[in-house]
């Protein structure tokens, strides 16, 4: 019995022990399974991670690797940059492929087995457009052009710059007053011409009541001729004593009849015509003693007026960009130099020389007032012989109008000691002493500027006579208007124009034009703009006129028209990109006619010190201006000889002619037509169309990875994946990078 309890424990022990046994690989198999699963999925997770960086880096090496194929023509001689001609989807698929190639290698193994799902390229930002082109202009000059504009150029005209600031500002205010100067003078020149008029219209009448003048009216006989009032009254006595003999006798017995009819006759006549001609001398005086008063009191406000100019003439605001140029501390620059601005400041300053006292003014308008009442007397003096008209005592009537007559004309008719005309006439000349010697000048300075003119004409001259020059201009204007609309532009530039034939105004201008110059340049050192790089890229990559070809032009050896070869667009793309002209000769024209300018304000400014002795301030300016043009002639025979020129006397640099083109660049700012010109040429040159290539580039590459374990895990424990953009396809992950490019 105890052996059968004790056998049934045992084997109650070894059931226990089976059972147990079985539990523990159950627990060990979930737990294991719990661990594989949890490290599968950091497998496939590290392997989505390391997906998702290879692919951001495999769509930037492809965009990269599309952007390599730059065109070498637009890099290597216009320094750009822009996609070529080679297809940007094939560089791209190619690039895609070949790195993921795994190679044949029977033994490899890829923890990442990549292939691509699709891929995409999007062109952008065609070079044509002024953005995109400017940006490049900029990265390509912004060290080089600064650099080379101060140490070039800011520092050769930093020394002159207060002299031409106060050449620029006395040109300004001369000329403006000189203008008014003139007005004012005519006016009163005008004034006193009606004022002697109105005394010169009085001798009519005063012939008509007595020719000669005299003291007296002797008595004379009946029959004598009748030419005046005096020779009525002087035949009045006779006439009474034959007009009472007749009265005395019987009618048939007369014999003064036809005599006294005649007298009556000749008296009424005599007072008919004194009456008419007092009349129409009234009328003719008022109106020109009031045309006096006008012109008065025009003179009067054109004197106010110059006061004003002179007044306002410090605050010109062209002075900044002088100041600028002065202020700015550059390396390698010397000072400018106050002696000759302070000489210059002093001539305008003379200006008050040329304005009339005020004292002068009022007694002009006072003598026309004094003028005015005199005639009243003459008037009234005639009216009085009028009353007294064929009556006993028209003698002294007639001698008062007589005299009255003769004061007035003497006054203000007739020059002599006592005309009160010609003493205001003189007083005036003595204020213009040197209008004579002035106008002479300008007489002169006008015969010398026609000469600088003919050089003009002569090139002009060399127009379109050549057909095959012609017909590559004709296709750059193409290229030139695709350029505009591409960009929507609209062509608004000016046609151009000669050369100034007045020298005021050729002086004016080309001080204007260095006060645009000192004014770009005080922007420039005050914060470089984009202008800056533009213009100088275009003179650093495109080529500009061998100015040494003019030389026999601008010394009259020659006319030039052999030399039409030499006007070709490849010899003048700089003269192009500034002025826009499409013949052969335009822009060579202009870019003359500029420097001749730009040479004329700087000899101006040397004419003004030189001439600084005249005393008055007009002639000083008549003389340097003369001086100017002279001078700026010399240069340009010098310029087209050695191809520089000395900048100036007082600043003894050499200027080349690649410079001065370098200075019109300031000047004359449509940088959107410049840079239609420059893109213009790109494409002529290079048979490249800058509007057809692009600049930048937008990748988007999807790649997939076959997944391990992921997707049965997530469907067993019911998660979904996939939520973070990238997507899940069955046992595929795929991952969609993009990347951009630009130059």
Known sequence: MLKRERARSVKRKRSWQRSSDGSVSVFLIIALAAVFMFVAVFIDFSRIAAMKVQSERLTRAAVRSVMSAYDPQLQKEYGLYALGDSSGDLIMGNVLNETLNPGNRSDAFSLMALEVDSSGLELQRQLGSYDIFNRQIIEDMKYKAPIDFTLELVNKFKPMSQGMKEASNTVDVLKKLRKLYDKREDALDEMLAKQRKAGANAMKLSKLV???????????????????????ASQYEDYKVKEQEDA??????????????????????????????????????????????KLWEEARDLNEEMKQVIKDSENRSSNVGYDQVTNDVTPGSTDSSAVEAEMIQSIRKQADKLIHDDGLLNGFRQEIENQERYFQQVIQSVSSLQSSWGGEGMKGPILEASRSLQGFISSYGVSGSGNIIDRQQAAL???????????????????????????????????????????????????YDDSLQFNAEADSMNKGKSMDDDPYDAGKNAMDNMDGMFGFMGNVLGGVRDELFQNEYAVHYFQHFDIGNLSGIADGSQSGGNMIEEFSIENQEVEYILYGFHNPAGNIAAAYAEIFASRLAIRTMEGFIVNSKLGNPLAILAAAILYGIEKAIEDMIRLCQKGSVQLSKYVPVELTYRDHLRIFMFIHSNNEKKMSRMLALIRLNTGINPAERYTYASGEVSTAMRLWFLPGVTKAIGVVFGNDGDEVQGNRYLVKRHADFSY
């Open 248 to 293: 005395d006798r019987p009618p048939k017995e007369k014999q003064y009849t036809l005599l006294l009819i005649a007298y009556r006759s000749a008296m009424s006549s005599m007072g008919s015509q004194i009456s008419r001609e007092a009349s129409q001398l009234q009328r003719e005086n008022e109106k020109l003693l009031a045309d006096a008063h």
């Open 210 to 232: 007595m020719d000669p003048p005299g003291q007296s009216i002797p008595d004379t006989s009946l029959g004598g001729s009748v030419y005046s009032a005096a020779d009525v």
């Open 429 to 479: 000349e003595q204020f213009r002493t040197s209008d004579k010697e002035r106008k002479a000048m300008e007489k002169q300075a006008k015969q010398k500027l026609k000469e600088a003119t003919k050089v003009i004409e002569s090139l002009n001259g060399l127009g379109g006579n050549h057909q095959a020059i012609m017909d590559e201009f004709r296709e750059l204007q193409q290229y």
